[in-house]
Every structure is written in C-alpha cells, then in structure tokens.
C-alpha cells in the first residue's frame, strides 16, 4: 500500500490539536515508539529503501518502505506486518545478515480523522534537539492538501523529508 505523507515543522501543538478536535478528530495513540532501521551493507538505501523494526508499546511491526519519487510530497510503497516480539524480531533480522543502522526513540501523539493520520512526534534521546513536528498520512493526494489548508497551512509549510533529513537539517 502506498504511503503518503507531509511534514510540518515546527508546529504549535495545542493551537492545531483545537483544530483537528473541532474537525472532529480522535485522539487514537500517546506514547513512545522505539524504531530500529536495519541495511546490508548500503543495499537497501542506495535502492530508496528503508528496512524497520518499532516498538509501539506492546505492539511490534516490521516494515520495508520504497520512495516513490515525487517533487511535494512523500510517497512510498509500504509492506508493514505485525510480529509478536521485538526481541526476536531484532534476533532473526540480525541472524539474517542485517545491520542496525539507526536506533531512533520518539515521542508520538495520533489523531485519526476518516481515513487520515495525525501525528505529532517529538525525538527523544541524542535526536531531541529536533523540534515537535506534524506528520499528516492519508491515501490521496487530495486528502493531503484539504487537512493541510483546514489547519491553516500551505503546501510551502510542508516536507517531504526522510527522518536522516530532518535531523540533517536541524544538525546544520
């Protein structure tokens, strides 16, 4: 399935939070997510890929992500499932040949509005100087741009930067 997806920095959590509830949207996750992104060597990034291991309190996911070139916006072909342990997830991952690239730990708040995500995501850990930013996932473009301009934002405010991005851009 395709993901598609923009980043707004710098956000003012509570003024856009006002806006989503008054949307109508739900609250429908608060906690800590710890990701792992995994590589062969350079294998995976030199194809656009991305190969992850998260931890999302008692639910573990492993996903590989292909970006799908596009100049606003931030497209990848997704394949996600659900494992029953991250230990031995990381374990098989490893024993595979793989190699932990990135341990990345943050802090998400979710809204979910329809078929669109909301996500408000804080890095913890040595990544924290980057700031609270917003993340807004739907499955059309279309949707992408009608929550962008309901929250008050244009297509200028948004990224469609990787993680390594934005703290490239925050580290500078």
């Known amino acids: ?11 003012n959590k509570k003024e856009v939070e006002k806006k989503l509830i008054s ?12 990701a792992l992104f995994f590589d062969l060597g350079h294998v995976i990034r030199d194809a656009d890929g991305t190969f992850r291991l998260r931890k999302e309190e008692d639910k573990t996911f492993m996903t590989y992500k292909k970006k799908i070139p596009h100049d606003k916006i931030k497209i990848r072909d997704e394949t996600e499932i659900e494992v029953s342990s991250f230990n031995e997830a990381k374990k098989l991952i490893e024993s595979l040949g793989f190699k932990e690239i990135k341990n990345l730990k943050k802090k ?44 008050g934002f244009s297509i200028k405010d948004c990224k469609h930067w990787s993680t390594k991005e934005i703290i490239e851009h925050y580290s500078a």
């Open 23 to 34: 949307l109508g949207a739900k609250k429908v996750f608060e906690g800590i997510l710890e």
């Open 1 to 11: 399935m395709d993901e598609i997806e923009v980043k707004i920095l710098e956000v």
């Open 108 to 151: 998400r708040v979710t809204y979910q509005l329809h078929d669109v995500k909301f996500e408000f995501d804080e890095y913890l850990s040595k990544h924290n100087f980057v700031p609270l930013f917003l993340e807004i996932e739907a499955r059309t473009l279309d949707d992408i741009y009608k929550y962008i301009k309901l929250l």
